[in-house]
C-alpha cells in the first residue's frame, strides 16, 4: 500500500481530524476538525508533513503526491461548482503552510491562486465587479512573486505607493480598475527583471511552485530561527493546506476578522477579536490597516455576526479551551478559515485555566497542566511603581502585559547587539516583522507605532512573555537618524526628541510609553493565580526551597511559597564595606593566630546574618554553606585598589602585590576552595559554624526555633566530609553547652564534583543530607568553564552540538546520569537521607521534573522562580501518574 | 580461651613459624623458623603485634600478656642456664622490635637489658673479663637512656668522648674497666638529670619499660615517615622479640656481622658480607666503624666460618630467596640473630629472579611476581656517559648503583625544601640517620663520608632505588658553614672546595663523585633484564604503548619494547623556533583565510614530524591527538616577548596586547580546547588531517605501512565528535584519492572528561577507539587543578585525607569508577571497541593492574616505562590467575 498524502475536507465530510495534528498540521486538522463539526468551512484538502519531510530527501515531491492532489482538487471543484483553471467559472484557492506548531507569521501563504489574464475575466464576469478582480490579480502577482518567486516586496510596493500616486488616491481600495489592471502587468515585468523567468500562468504550474514554495519555507531563515527559540524540532515538516477562496473584500457585505473567545491579555470571558471591512486576510495580520473592534460587526453584520458567535461557542466548548480563530464574511456568509489553540499572556492563561474549572469544562489537574511553569516567569517580572512620578510620553494599545525598561534601539540587529553586552534595550520599530524575532526577543520590551492588538508584534511578544506596545501612533520614528519625536503632549509644548540610548520605560498593560527609568515593583498575585498555586501544592510531591543569603530574599521567598532555604551562601555577606577589611586580613595573615584575630572580627557579623535569616524562617530549614570560594575573590586586583589596601593594612605595596600574586590560581574552579579551605584553615569553618550556633541558640532563649543545616561545599573524599562533620558537631556541642540550648542541626555536603556523586554510599556514611550542586556539577562533568564558555558555545548551538545550555537545563544524559547515581549510592548507604539541589537549575522546570523523577526531596531556587518550581513539581507528579496510568492501562 | 600474646622458642622448638609472620613480625617469625630448622639461634620469645595494638587501645599491656612474658623467659632461663636478675649467674636479653614488613632501622633494640650494679659483677665473674662487663653496661645504660628514657644521645656521647679524651685513647675498645665503671655511673646521673627520674635497676622493671618503649616506638616520628612512604599501614603494630644476649664483643673470636646470600647490588651468587671483631651489632649497623669483608672471617675464624656457610646455603634454599642475615660468633661459636629476604637493587633483584629461575628453584611466574615493576624505574634511571670526560674528586664505596646529578646540600631538611621548589639536590652527609629519610627521599642521591655497604644510608638508599656513595672518606663536611672539601686530588694541587648549591655527580655503580653536571645516558639493559621481559611479555594480556611525540621518542620506545604509539602529541611540534611564528599568525588571525594562509605554512612541517615517527613506528599503530591546548598557551605574556612578536608580525604593541587579553582565561582548563578547537576551527584540524595522511600516503608510496589512528580530544558530547569524525573521514578520503593510496585509519576519541564516560554508549556508536586521558579525567572529576593543587594537597596527604596522590595513582573508586562506566557502556554499542589509556597513569603499576582489571587493550606511557607497565600487565594477569585459582579450589 503506497503511503496516503492528500486528506480532503469540505462538504460536510473530512477525512483528517483534531487528532491528525502531527500529520496535517495544526491549520489542516483544524480545517478537518470543523468541516465534521458542520461548521461551515471552504472546501480543501491538506497534503501532509510526510510529504513535506520526503520533499526533503530529493527537493522533489513523493511519487503520486500531486496525482493525489490534483484528485481533491477535483472534489472540491465538485462542491464549489468552479473549475481550476476554468476561464469562464474559476476555482481559485490559497495555499497555506501549517506546522504541528502554532509558528505565526513564520511560514508562508499564497491567496487566490490560480489567476491569470484569463481566468481573472471568469472572476469578474461572475462578481460583477471588475475592481474586485483586478484587485484580487494584483495581490496574487505580488504575493506570489514575493514568496514563491523570491522578488523583493519593496518592487511591488513602491510600483504600488506610485501608482496611487499617479491616480492621487491615498488608499488602495480607491484605485480603478485599469489602474489596478496596469499594475497587474507592471508586476509581471517586475518579477520577469527579478527573478529573470517570466511569471507562470498555467494555473496548475501555480499550485505546483506555490506547494513547493510552502515546503521550502520550513527552512526559510525565520522558520529556522523560530523553532530554535521554541525549541521546535526541524523534523516535523509542514503541511499545506489547499483551500478554496474566500473573499473578505467583495464589497462592504465582506471582510475579514481575527478572533480570540477570551481575553488573551487578562483572560475575561469575553470575545476580543478585530475586522476589516472589504479585506483579505493578509491586511488584518499584516497590522498595516488598523482593524476594527468585533463589536463594529455586530452593529453592521448583525445576521452574520449572530451566526459566528454560535459557531465561537460552539469550537470553545469542543475544543474546552480560548481559542484564536480567523474568519472571513463573503457576502454577508461566514466561513471559519482557521482554529486553534489561542496564544495568551501568562495571567490570561492562569486566569482561564482557573475560570474552565470553574464552568466545569476541565478539572483541576488539567487546569495545572494547562499552565507552562516557565511563563510564570512572565507574572513573576516587576511593574511599574504606581505611586511614582512618572512622565507619559505616548500611549498605544496595551499589547502584552508587564513592564519594561531600557534603553532605546530602532533595529532588531541593534537590539541584539545590545544584549549581548548585557545591555537592556526597548526595540521601537513602526512595526515589527518576523525577521526581527532575533531583536525582540533580546528586548525588554517591543513599541510598534502602527499595527494592532493581533498585529505581528503583538502575537509575538505575548508568546515570549514580553511587554509589547502596539499601534502608538504618537511616536514618529527617523530610522535613519536614529531617534523618535513626540509631538506636543510635552509639558513646555514643543516637540520631544528620544535619541538612541536614551531611557524608557514601557507599561504593557495600560499602553503607556514613559520618558526615563521608572521604578518597578513586584507584581501583586491574582487570585487565580493563588488558586491555581493551592492546587499545585496538593499535588506535588517535591519540597520547594529557596536560595537566599539575605533577610530580605528570606522574607519575600516566604511569601512566594518557599518551604526552607536550600542555599544561604556566607561568602556573600563577606563582601559589605564594612567587613571586607576584616575578612582581607583574614586571608592575608601569616599565622593562624593572626588569622583567629580577624575572624574575631568577623564573628559577631555573621552571626547576626544569621540571627536575621533564621529569624525570617522560623521553623523552617535553613541550609547554611559554609566558606566556598577561593580566597582572592575578596582581594582587589587593580593597582589602585591595592595601593588603597596597603594604605588601610600598613603593609608596603610591593609586599602586598607579592602575596596577592601568591594567592593567584591558574584554574581558580579547581582550586583552592570548597571544603579545601576548612581544611587548610579550620579556622576560618571553626568561626561560622561558632556564629551559626550561637545564633541559634540564642533565637531559642527568645524563643524562635531555628532549624539548622549546616553543608560542607566541594567535598571529593568521604574523609574529607568527615573531618569538617567533626569539626562542626565539636564546635557547635560546644556552644550549645555554653548556652545550655539544645539547637536541631544536621551536617551534609555538596555533591558537586563528579567524584562525590560516584563515592556517594561512601559519603552517605557521614553525610546527613545531599545537596546538588548543579552549576559546579555541570562545570566539571563537561569540563566547561562557564566564564570561558562564551567563546565556542554560539558555534555549539548553532552547529546544533548542543541545543541547550546546560547551565540553564540540567543535562541529564550526563551531570543527570551521575546525579542518579548519586541518589542510589547515597541511599543505599543511608536510605533516609535527604537530598536537594541547589544549583540555578533547581528553578527551571525540565529540571524540577527530572529532579522529581530521580526522587530528590526538595529542589531550591531563587525566591523570583520559587512559583515556577512549585508548578513544576506538581506538572512532574501529573506526568508520572498518567503515565502509569498509561502503563497499567497497557496490561 | 583468653588470647596468646607470647610465643617461644629457643632449645630447638619453637611455637612460632615463618608463616606466622603478621603476627610475630619478621624477626620472630625468623627467629621461630630457624629454631625449627635446628640452626643456632638464642633461645627467647615473641610477643606479637596483636598485643602491641591492644596495647595502644589503653596505653597499657593486655591482660595476662606480661605473665605470659615471665613464664617464657623461665624457659629461656631454663636453657641458658642462666637466671634474670641473678647476681650470680645473670641472663641478659635483647629487646627487638619486629614489624610484617622490615623497617630497617626505624624501630629501637635495646641490648644487654638485665644489668644492674649487681648482675654486671655475675657477668664479670663468668666472663673473668672485667672490662667486657662494664663495656656491656655503660652500653646498656646509653642504649636503655636514650631509646627507653628519652635522653638526647648527644649526652652519653659528649660524656663518652671526654673519657676518651681523658684516658688518652682513641678508640672504645682501649678504655680500661675502671674508666668504663666511671662512665657508668656518669651515665646514670646524665639520665637522673635530663629524665628527672632515676635508671632502673631492677631488671624486670627493665624489661617492662622496654617492651613498652619498642611498641611506643611504632608511632614514633621516624616510623610514621617511613611507612608513609612505602604505604605501610599504621593497623599492623610492631611485635617485640626478647632474645638471650649473645656477645659479640667478647674477644677476638667473636664479633658480628651481616651477611646477604648473594651481591643485593648485581645479583652475583656470592656471599656479600661485612663482620666486625670483638663488636656488637650495632656497631655494624650504626656504620660508625668501617667493617671488613666477610673473607676475614674465613681467615680468621675458619671452623666458625664453615659452620656459617652451612648455616647461610640451608637458609637460602629454604627461603628460596636471597637473605639478609644477622649473625654473632660468641667465644668461636656462631648464632643467628635475624633472617629475611634481603632488600636489593632493581638490577639484582631481576638477576637473582632469572637465576633462581635456572637454578629451578622458583617458576618463571614466581620470577615475574618478584620482580616489583616499579622497581624497575630505577634500572631505566640514566647511568653517566663514560664517553664524555669528567672530574672524578672523590671516591667511596658504591653503595646503590645509578647515577645522579643535582646540587650539594648539607641537610635533609634543605633537600626537602629544595626538592619542594623542584631543585634537584644531592645531600652530603657524615652519616645517615633514620630521621633523614624526609631527606634522602626527596634527593637525587645521596653521598656520606663514613659507613659502609650496609650502613643506614646504603641499606635505606637500596630501597629507595636511590643512587648512594658511603665511606666516602676524601670528602670533608663542614656542616655548619654548607661546603666540603677534597684535598689534593685537584690537578693544581691544592684544596677543592664544594659550596651549597654547586652541581656534583654522583657515580653509584663505582663510588665516584665527581664535580659539576656530567651527562647522563641510558643504561644498557642486563641479559637477565630482557629474559625477564620476554617471560612478563609472554604472559600478560594488556597491550603496552608509548606516549611519543617525536621521532626519537618512538625509537628509544620501540626499543623498550612500546607496541605502538598511544597519544602523539601534535601541540608539542608547533612551539619550535622555526614554526612558533606560524602558529601565533594563525592564532592570531581575523579571518578564516588569514588563518588557512598560516596554517598553510606550517603543513608541511607537521607532514614531514608525522612521516618521521610513522617511519620509526612502521607497522605498528599510531595515535595522533588532534590539537589540544588553549591557543594562548603559544603566544607570548611578558611585555618584552609581546613587543618582539608586534615587531614580527607589524602590529602596534597595544593591538597586540588587546588581542592577546582576549584570549586569555579565566579557567583555562576548562576553557575553548580540545576539540572545542576543532569545532570553532575547523581549518586547523583539516590542516593536521591533512597532513597526517599525505604523511602515510607518501610513506606508502615508499613502501613504509603507517598504521593511523586519528584521536579527538576533549570529547563531551556524540555529536561534537560526529562533526570531527566527518572532518577527519572527508579530508581523510580526499587525500587518499589524490594520492591513489589506501592507509589504514581509525578515528576514535579520548574519555578525558567525566561526561564523556557517562555517556560512551552514545560516543561509541562512531568512535572506533577510546583512550581514557586520566590526567584530565582526574582534574575534572576531582575538581582539582594540578597546577593549583599544591596550596593544600600537603595538609590532605599529612592529615590522611588523600593518602595517594590522584595524579601518581589512579583513585580508583572516582576517576577509576567512570572508567569502568566508559568501558561497559561503551563496548554495549561496540563490542569489539578498543580501549586504551594514554593519561601518566599508564605507566604506574597500581594502575596498569586496575586497566587490566576492567578489561582496557593498551595502557600507553613515556618510553622510559614500557618495561614498568610490560612487567606490571604480567603482574595483573598472574594475580588475577591466582584468585580465579583461589576462587575455583572454594567451590
Redesign the interface.
Known amino acids: 500500500m503506497t503511503k496516503k498524502y492528500v486528506y480532503s475536507f469540505g462538504g460536510k465530510k473530512a477525512e483528517g481530524s483534531a487528532a491528525m495534528r502531527n500529520l496535517l498540521g495544526g491549520k489542516g486538522a483544524g480545517l478537518a476538525e470543523m468541516t465534521r463539526l458542520g461548521i461551515p468551512v471552504p472546501p480543501g484538502f491538506t497534503i501532509t508533513t510526510e510529504a513535506c519531510l520526503e520533499y526533503f530527501k530529493n527537493k522533489q515531491f513523493p511519487k503520486g503526491m500531486f496525482n493525489e492532489a490534483v484528485a481533491a482538487l477535483t472534489r472540491v471543484e465538485k462542491i464549489k461548482k468552479e473549475k481550476f483553471g476554468d476561464p469562464a467559472n474559476p476555482l481559485l484557492v490559497s495555499v497555506r503552510s501549517g506546522s504541528r506548531a502554532s509558528m505565526p507569521g513564520m511560514m508562508d501563504t499564497v491567496l487566490n491562486l490560480g489567476l491569470n489574464d484569463q481566468t481573472v475575466l471568469g472572476m469578474i464576469k461572475k462578481s460583477h465587479n471588475e475592481q474586485f478582480g483586478y484587485d484580487a490579480y494584483r495581490r496574487f502577482v505580488a504575493m506570489f512573486g514575493t514568496i514563491v518567486m523570491g522578488v523583493k516586496r519593496e518592487h511591488f510596493d513602491e510600483a504600488f505607493t506610485a501608482a496611487l500616486h499617479t491616480h492621487r488616491v491615498s488608499l488602495d481600495a480607491m484605485l480603478p480598475a485599469n489602474a489596478l489592471k496596469e499594475l497587474v502587468a507592471t508586476f509581471k515585468k517586475i518579477v520577469m527583471k527579478e527573478a529573470k523567468r517570466p511569471f507562470p500562468d498555467d494555473p496548475m504550474e501555480q499550485l505546483q511552485m506555490a506547494i513547493a514554495a510552502v515546503f521550502d519555507s520550513w527552512f526559510g531563515a525565520r522558520a529556522v530561527t523560530y523553532r530554535r527559540l521554541n525549541n521546535i524540532p526541524d523534523t516535523w515538516g509542514t503541511s499545506v493546506s489547499v483551500v478554496a477562496m474566500i473573499f473578505g473584500n467583495r464589497g462592504d457585505d465582506s471582510g475579514t476578522g481575527v478572533l480570540f473567545t477570551r481575553n488573551p491579555n487578562t483572560g475575561e470571558r469575553r470575545f476580543f477579536g478585530e475586522f476589516l471591512f472589504n479585506a483579505q486576510g493578509e491586511d488584518v495580520v499584516a497590522g498595516i490597516r488598523t482593524p476594527l473592534p468585533i463589536s463594529a460587526l455586530e452593529q453592521k453584520l448583525p445576521k452574520a455576526y449572530k451566526e459566528l458567535v454560535s459557531i465561537f461557542n460552539t469550537l470553545e466548548k469542543h475544543y474546552k479551551d480560548m481559542l484564536d480563530l480567523e474568519f472571513t464574511i463573503e457576502a454577508g456568509n461566514p466561513y471559519l478559515l482557521q482554529t486553534r489553540v489561542g496564544k495568551r499572556s501568562a495571567a490570561a492563561a492562569v486566569q482561564i485555566a482557573v475560570d474552565l474549572v470553574k464552568e466545569k469544562r476541565i478539572t483541576k489537574e488539567e487546569a495545572i497542566l494547562r499552565i507552562s511553569p516557565a511563563s510564570l516567569d512572565h507574572l513573576l517580572h516587576p511593574m511599574i511603581d504606581s505611586t511614582e512620578k512618572i512622565k507619559v510620553i505616548a500611549k498605544g494599545l496595551p499589547a502584552s502585559p508587564g513592564a519594561a525598561m531600557g534603553r532605546v534601539v530602532f533595529s532588531a540587529e541593534d537590539a541584539e547587539q545590545k544584549a549581548a553586552k548585557k545591555e537592556k534595550v526597548v526595540l521601537v520599530r513602526a512595526e515589527t516583522s518576523p525577521e526581527d524575532i532575533g531583536g525582540m526577543h533580546a528586548a525588554q520590551g517591543i513599541v510598534t507605532s502602527r499595527g494592532g492588538m493581533t498585529s505581528h508584534a503583538a502575537v509575538v511578544a505575548r508568546g515570549m512573555g514580553k511587554c509589547c506596545i502596539t499601534a502608538c501612533g504618537d511616536i514618529r520614528i527617523n530610522e535613519e537618524e536614529k531617534f523618535f519625536t513626540v509631538g506636543r503632549n510635552d509639558t513646555e509644548g514643543g516637540e520631544l526628541m528620544v535619541r538612541e540610548g536614551d531611557f524608557i520605560t514601557l507599561n504593557g498593560s495600560t499602553g503607556e510609553v514613559i520618558l526615563g527609568e521608572a521604578k518597578l515593583v513586584k507584581p501583586e498575585m491574582s487570585e487565580a493565580f493563588q488558586t491555581l498555586m493551592r492546587w499545585a501544592d496538593a499535588v506535588r510531591r517535591l519540597r520547594v526551597r529557596t536560595n537566599a543569603d539575605t533577610p530580605q530574599d528570606a522574607k519575600m521567598a516566604r511569601k512566594q511559597g518557599a518551604e526552607g532555604i536550600g542555599l544561604c551562601r556566607t561568602e556573600h555577606m563577606f563582601f559589605s564595606e564594612e567587613r571586607i577589611l576584616a575578612v582581607r586580613e583574614m586571608i592575608l595573615a601569616h599565622t593562624v593566630e593572626e588569622r583567629k584575630q580577624a575572624l574575631a572580627k568577623l564573628l559577631p557579623m555573621q552571626k547576626n546574618d544569621f540571627m536575621a535569616i533564621f529569624k525570617e524562617m522560623e521553623g523552617l530549614p535553613v541550609t547554611v554553606r559554609l566558606l566556598d570560594p577561593p580566597l582572592h575573590e575578596f582581594i582587589p586586583h587593580t593597582l589602585d585598589e591595592i595601593a588603597v589596601l596597603a594604605k588601610e593594612i600598613d603593609w608596603p605595596v610591593d609586599r602586598l602585590q607579592s602575596e596577592i600574586a601568591a594567592l593567584s ?8 576552595r ?1 571544603c ?1 579551605l576548612g ?2 584553615y579550620p579556622e576560618i569553618y571553626e568561626m561560622q559554624v561558632q556564629a551559626i550556633f550561637e545564633a541559634a541558640c540564642e533565637l531559642k532563649q527568645q524563643g524562635v526555633r531555628a532549624v539548622v543545616e549546616i553543608m560542607i561545599p ?1 567535598v ?2 568521604q ?2 566530609f568527615a ?1 569538617m562533620k567533626a569539626l562542626t558537631t565539636r564546635i557547635g556541642e560546644e556552644v550549645m553547652k555554653r548556652y545550655k540550648k539544645k539547637v536541631a542541626y544536621m551536617v551534609g555536603t555538596m555533591i ?4 562525590a556523586a ?2 556517594a554510599d ?1 559519603i552517605a556514611k557521614e553525610a546527613a543530607f545531599f545537596s546538588f550542586g548543579t552549576n ?1 556539577l555541570t ?7 562557564r ?3 562564551a ?2 558555545l554560539p ?2 548551538i548553532k ?4 541545543p541547550e545550555d546546560p547551565f540553564v537545563t540540567i ?1 541529564q ?3 543527570g ?2 546525579m542518579q547515581i548519586g541518589v542510589e549510592r547515597g541511599r543505599k548507604s543511608r536510605p533516609e537521607l535527604k537530598v536537594g539541589i541547589c544549583g540555578e537549575h533547581g528553578g527551571e522546570p525540565a529540571s524540577v521534573e527530572f529532579c522529581h523523577k530521580i526522587g530528590l526531596n526538595y529542589v531550591s531556587c531563587s525566591p523570583f522562580r520559587v512559583p515556577i518550581a512549585r508548578l513544576a513539581a506538581a506538572h512532574a507528579y501529573l506526568k508520572e501518574k498518567a503515565e502509569k496510568g498509561k502503563k497499567a492501562g497497557k496490561k
Open positions: 590560581e591558574v584554574n581558580p574552579m579547581l582550586g583552592h570548597g579545601r581544611v587548610t566541594l571529593a573524599h574523609r574529607e573531618e558537586e564534583l563528579p567524584r560516584l563515592i561512601e559546579d562545570q566539571m562533568t563537561f569540563g566547561l568553564s566564564d570561558d564558555s567563546k565556542f558555534t555549539y552547529n546544533n552540538i548542543l543535562d544524559s550526563g551531570v546520569a551521575l
